[in-house]
């Protein structure tokens, strides 16, 4: 009941103060490419039930139509003001109109898209019980995933091999240990993040960093060009 008071309090708030900021992105996002300001996926939120999540469109029209859910850094599907509020993470602010309708929550596991998530396995289910979050560990820990996964052949199944295992073991540690003043950690962390990239916190110190995780999707770069 708190952690859902605090998230219709502070997702109002934030949609009054980064009001002027959220206008000049969907000012941006119209004038830089045809189509609608916003993109409404469809993810799976709590128990599963699916909802129309609100992000700032950053790619062209139909992008889920020509590419799979997974984003590189040079996936030419992503328009010149999409490389700006990604890199920015301006395109998650939009989700605070989910937060406020209930859909989402401000911290918890990162909704995942309706056709992945009906093959979760039963691990992967445990995160279905709770609301969907704008950050959580996982968030923190792999801030670039388009970096992670810049060049891959596959971008899709480069994030199940070398992304999806340690988000899920973070997801399922979030799920463990969650707490209100747990959820306000996560939040500050995340922002220290945001302004400082190269910041992790000592939570987070023995997960593989994205040097490392850069590293195995090379590999995967190396493996593919032979073959």
Do not use: H
């Amino acid at each position: 009941m708190l952690k859902r008071l605090f998230d219709i309090v502070m997702s109002a708030f934030g949609l009054l103060l980064f009001s002027p900021l959220l206008l000049l992105i969907a000012l941006w996002v119209k004038l830089d490419s045809p189509g609608p300001v916003f993109y409404r996926g469809r993810r799976a939120g709590r128990n599963g039930v699916p909802f129309d999540i609100f992000k700032f469109r950053s790619m062209v029209v139909n992008a889920d139509k020509i590419g799979g859910p997974s984003t590189s850094g040079d996936d030419p599907r992503v328009t010149r003001s999409g490389r700006f509020v990604r890199k920015c993470k301006l395109d998650e602010v939009s989700q605070l109109i989910n937060v406020f309708l209930g859909d989402m929550s401000l911290v918890g596991p990162r909704p995942e898209v309706v056709d992945k998530a009906e093959n979760f396995d039963a691990e992967a289910r445990k995160t279905l019980a709770v609301r969907p979050g704008i950050t959580d560990w996982a968030s923190i820990w792999n801030s670039d995933e388009g970096g992670v996964l810049a060049g891959a052949p596959d971008p899709d199944a480069a994030y199940e091999k070398v992304i999806f295992p340690t988000k899920l073991k973070l997801q399922l540690y979030y799920l463990q240990t969650r707490s209100f003043l747990g959820d306000i950690k996560i939040i500050l962390y995340t922002i220290l993040r945001i302004l400082r990239k190269n910041w992790t916190p000592a939570e987070l110190k023995d997960y593989p960093t994205f040097e490392q995780l850069r590293a195995e999707v090379e590999k995967l770069i190396a493996e593919n060009a032979k073959s």
